[in-house]
């Protein structure tokens, strides 16, 4: 499983608007969500502005962000940030979760001796989803995720560890 630059930055570039840090104005206590221009987040994630640009047009054709023109424009959410799943970012920009060459896993067979190749395909998709949808800009931003999550990142911790002692 490869995560995409693209994917990455798009994530990172969600959590600057979830985070609301960057605005000119102060955040506001209720549920609307502050603008951000893309140019402050391109600076403080380094990414290129115009790839920026490009990701976030993905991103407001998903319903995803709103864009505001104008010298008090900039991006912002479209609904709360804990109702926004890295999962929606993941699609929004890269596609499906877990693509097997462009086939659905539903009628996907191969012959012996792979015939169980796809039952782990669709294991891969299952624990991207079960990790992808379960965590909300929300919880990325407030640095608390999932105990479930922050279980299996620990695994991975160990077992690379174990791998590759430093």
Not at 26 to 44: C, L, M
Request: glycine share 6%; hydrophobic share 45%.
């Amino acid at each position: 499983m490869r995560i995409s630059e693209r994917v990455d930055n798009a994530v990172r570039a969600m959590a600057e608007l979830a985070s609301g840090e960057l605005a000119e104005a102060p955040k506001p206590t209720s549920a609307v969500s502050v603008t951000i221009k893309a140019e402050a987040i391109a600076t403080r994630q380094d990414i290129s502005l115009k790839y920026l640009l490009d990701i976030m047009r993905d991103l407001k054709r998903a319903e995803l962000v709103r864009s505001k023109r104008g010298p008090d424009g900039g991006f912002s959410l479209s609904r709360p940030a804990g109702e926004i799943s890295l999962a929606d970012v993941f699609r929004a920009v890269d596609g499906p979760l877990a693509d097997v060459h462009d086939e659905s896993l539903r009628g996907l067979r191969y012959p012996a001796p792979a015939s169980a190749l796809p039952q782990v395909w669709m294991a891969i998709r299952g624990s991207l989803r079960r990790v992808l949808e379960t965590v909300s800009l929300a919880d990325l931003v407030a640095g608390s995720l999932p105990a479930d999550v922050a279980e299996l990142a620990h695994q991975y911790e160990v077992t690379t560890e174990a791998r590759h002692p430093r």
